[in-house]
């Protein structure tokens, strides 16, 4: 926390008189106290409020602290708090921190790692594709070309500060990338339909495999390390969090019902994984960076 000492017993804008027992002397006069701006990322105000102000009063009451917490809109990622003793300060903190990590557990990721994955003729497939499909599926279930990609891995990023965490990560692991592909481009292509669950007539997700040009796992490499170097970094929970895992399933979706609202929530794929369907390779690739993007909302994919 940030710390600053008041050497009156007021806030410059509060009036003179004392607003809990915790600050009368044995004078009559408020003591001095200090200041503190305890980091908090603005999301999770709310959880320390609780409803109705019920979680606030109890923690002020249990650490003998008062907590000036930003209004919604003002978005500001700490919270002030008013102490008279080292102890109670880190009693508080213990007890926000822990509210905030509970909630953080509950909470969906917000953000991913991706590989993209783009060439003129996968453009031209995916087009294709959508053309093929327009009679099985609603449009908005289909990936939009510009944003094929591989996911490293997801994360739960709720502050600026956060998302510079992440970004910083990522260009601290970029020197390591071409020792883990050998100097050597990663060339492939994307080939074969495949589903996540063994039933065809009831899917969610459709997605294609890669196959790199030299037969090799560097693409797979490159994902496990880069997850394993975020772990490290404190940024994924692996263990708590079951949207991550230790070993990456790489592939690149091409339908999701999820993207979208309308329609059923899933479709049946048997024609598109039959050996008659005519589009099952949608052309080679060279992956050349890997990026931070934000999670869409649906309504904003709608």
């Given at each position: 926390?940030?710390?600053?000492?008041?050497?009156?017993?007021?806030?410059?804008?509060?009036?003179?008189?004392?607003?809990?027992?915790?600050?009368?002397?044995?004078?009559g006069?408020?003591?001095?106290?200090?200041?503190?701006?305890?980091?908090?990322p603005?999301?999770?105000?709310?959880?320390?409020?609780?409803?109705?102000?019920?979680?606030?009063?109890?923690?002020e009451?249990?650490?003998?602290?008062?907590?000036?917490?930003?209004?919604?809109?003002?978005?500001?990622?700490?919270i002030?708090?008013?102490?008279?003793?080292?102890?109670s300060?880190?009693?508080?903190?213990?007890?926000?921190?822990?509210?905030?990590?509970?909630?953080?557990?509950?909470?969906?990721?917000?953000?991913?790692?991706?590989?993209p994955v783009?060439?003129?003729t996968?453009t031209?497939?995916?087009?294709?594709?959508?053309?093929?499909?327009?009679?099985?599926?609603?449009?908005h279930?289909?990936q939009?070309?510009?944003k094929?990609?591989f996911?490293?891995?997801?994360?739960?990023?709720?502050?600026?500060?956060?998302?510079?965490?992440?970004?910083?990560?990522?260009?601290?692991f970029?020197?390591?990338?071409?020792?883990?592909?050998?100097?050597?481009?990663?060339?492939?292509?994307?080939?074969?339909?495949?589903?996540?669950?063994?039933?065809?007539?009831s899917?969610?997700?459709?997605?294609?495999d890669?196959?790199?040009?030299?037969?090799?796992d560097?693409?797979?490499?490159?994902?496990?390390?880069?997850?394993?170097?975020?772990i490290?970094?404190g940024?994924?929970?692996?263990?708590?969090?079951?949207?991550?895992?230790?070993d990456?399933?790489?592939?690149?979706?091409?339908?999701?019902?999820?993207?979208?609202?309308?329609?059923?929530?899933?479709i049946?794929?048997?024609?598109?994984l039959?050996?008659?369907w005519?589009?099952?390779n949608?052309?080679?690739?060279?992956?050349?960076?890997?990026?931070?993007?934000?999670?869409?909302?649906?309504?904003?994919?709608?």
């Amino acid at each position: 926390a940030v710390v600053s000492t008041q050497s009156t017993g007021v806030y410059e804008d509060e009036p003179n008189t004392c607003q809990s027992a915790k600050e009368n002397g044995s004078n009559g006069k408020c003591a001095d106290f200090m200041t503190a701006e305890m980091p908090t990322p603005s999301y999770f105000h709310k959880f320390v409020v609780g409803r109705g102000g019920t979680v606030k009063k109890r923690l002020e009451n249990e650490t003998g602290t008062e907590m000036t917490i930003p209004k919604p809109h003002e978005r500001k990622d700490s919270i002030k708090v008013k102490y008279w003793d080292e102890d109670s300060l880190a009693s508080l903190e213990i007890r926000v921190d822990s509210i905030v990590e509970s909630a953080r557990k509950r909470e969906r990721p917000t953000h991913f790692i991706s590989i993209p994955v783009y060439s003129s003729t996968i453009t031209q497939n995916l087009r294709k594709f959508e053309d093929l499909v327009r009679e099985l599926i609603h449009p908005h279930h289909v990936q939009i070309p510009g944003k094929l990609h591989f996911t490293v891995t997801v994360l739960k990023l709720f502050s600026k500060k956060e998302i510079e965490q992440a970004i910083a990560a990522l260009n601290e692991f970029a020197p390591r990338i071409p020792y883990i592909l050998c100097g050597k481009p990663l060339r492939g292509t994307l080939k074969n339909l495949e589903i996540m669950n063994d039933e065809p007539e009831s899917v969610r997700v459709l997605y294609c495999d890669v196959v790199l040009a030299d037969d090799s796992d560097r693409l797979q490499q490159l994902a496990d390390q880069c997850l394993d170097f975020l772990i490290e970094k404190g940024l994924v929970d692996a263990e708590s969090d079951t949207h991550n895992r230790r070993d990456v399933k790489l592939h690149c979706t091409l339908i999701n019902t999820r993207w979208n609202s309308e329609g059923p929530p899933t479709i049946d794929a048997t024609e598109m994984l039959s050996d008659d369907w005519e589009l099952k390779n949608f052309g080679d690739f060279v992956l050349e960076r890997m990026e931070l993007n934000a999670i869409e909302k649906r309504a904003q994919r709608e």
